[in-house]
Structure formats: C-alpha cells, structure tokens
C-alpha cells in the first residue's frame, strides 16, 4: 500500500504561481511513476504532468507545457507541481497518484493509488 497526502493548493490571482506537493508513505518500492491529475466541476478527470521515478523522465499535458514543472526528492519521497502563469482554466482538484506507468504515464487506470487532492483555484 502507497499513502499519497497532497497540499499546497490555494486560490490565486491570473498569472500567480503555486507549488503543490505530494507526500507519499508505505510500499513506495511498489510504484514507479507519480502522476498528476486534475478534475474541475462538470469536467473529466485529466493527466497534466507525471514523472518516472527512476531516470526521472517527465512529461506533460499541452495545456500546462511551459507553465507547470514536474519534480521530485527522492530522498523525501515526494513530488512537486510547480505551476505558473497560471490561468483561470486551471481551476481544478488536483490528486497525485502512484503506480507503476507502464501503459502509459497518462492513462489513469495505471496508477493504483491515489491522494485525496487539493483544490487550486485561480481567479481572472
């Protein structure tokens, strides 16, 4: 089992910046890809970043490329969503999962665990 805790989410002005982190706890050994994930109201849930925990390769969702950066301690065990310029259209839950990425570090039925979130809200 993986226990995946979120924060740092927040509401911000267009344009701001913030930095989301994901702590994970557990069986860490039994994952090998973080990912991140956002859902707004009446929206689908959709991947915006993820990273492989060994080599560390990153990927991103267009909408965000440029703006957010995907990071991670290991050392810590956790990984960080640094987003900036964000825009109203980033408003969202965004959940951190766990898993092993090997269908794909954006399809979400690859991650077996998942954070409870944390809302990020920007105003225009």
């Known amino acids: 089992q993986v226990q995946l805790v979120e924060s740092g989410g927040g509401s911000v002005q267009a344009g701001g910046s913030l930095r989301l982190s994901c702590a994970a706890s557990?069986?860490?050994?039994?994952?090998?890809?973080k990912g991140w994930f956002r859902q707004a109201p009446g929206k689908e849930r959709e991947a915006v970043a993820a990273?492989?925990?060994?080599?560390?390769?990153?990927y991103y969702a267009d909408s965000v490329k440029g703006r957010f950066t995907i990071s991670q301690d290991n050392a810590k065990n956790t990984v960080y969503l640094q987003m900036d310029s964000l825009k109203p259209e980033d408003t969202a839950m965004y959940y951190c999962?766990?898993?092993?990425?090997?269908?794909?570090?954006?399809?979400?039925?690859?991650?077996?665990?998942w954070g409870q979130g944390t809302q990020v809200t920007v105003s225009s």
């Open positions: 990273i492989y925990t060994i080599g560390g390769t990153t």
């Open positions: 557990g069986n860490t050994y039994s994952s090998n890809c």
């Open positions: 999962a766990a898993g092993m990425g090997r269908g794909g570090p954006f399809d979400p039925y690859e991650y077996n665990y």
